[in-house]
């Protein structure tokens, strides 16, 4: 399986990024998808997962209200809407795929592929 991520770089805080993850060797329909991030001397946090349909969503709470993930199983892709972006937003982000279950995931360990990540970076 190969995830790639791309759409990162440098916003300047409340303006808006949407990062694109584009999916290959898994069936996608049936895998939960999510994006994840990780800041220099943080763990690895939950930004957003959504389930094999698109019907389920979970947000982390630093991005409730601001973030939206979206799904496209005919173009196996997977996107986050980034809107508000805080300088606490800065980290690299991560796309990742769990099982065929399909059941969105909320914790990293649950996630078995992953994107070689993207860097965000928000300016104040």
């Known amino acids: 399986a190969q995830l790639v991520e791309s759409g990162g770089g440098l916003a300047q805080a409340g303006s808006s990024m949407r990062l694109s993850c584009t999916v290959s060797g898994l069936r996608v329909s049936v895998y939960a998808l999510g994006w994840f991030r990780q800041a220099p001397g943080k763990e690895r946090e939950l930004v957003a997962t959504i389930n094999w349909n698109g019907g389920t969503t979970i947000y982390g709470d630093s991005v409730k209200g601001r973030f939206t993930i979206s799904r496209d199983n005919a173009k196996n892709t997977v996107a986050l809407q980034m809107n508000g972006l805080k300088p606490e937003d800065t980290a690299i982000y991560y796309c990742?795929?769990?099982?065929?279950?399909?059941?969105?995931?909320?914790?990293?360990?649950?996630?078995?592929?992953w994107g070689r990540g993207t860097q965000v970076t928000v300016s104040s």
């Open positions: 990742a795929a769990t099982d065929e279950t399909g059941l969105a995931r909320q914790r990293a360990d649950e996630f078995i592929f």
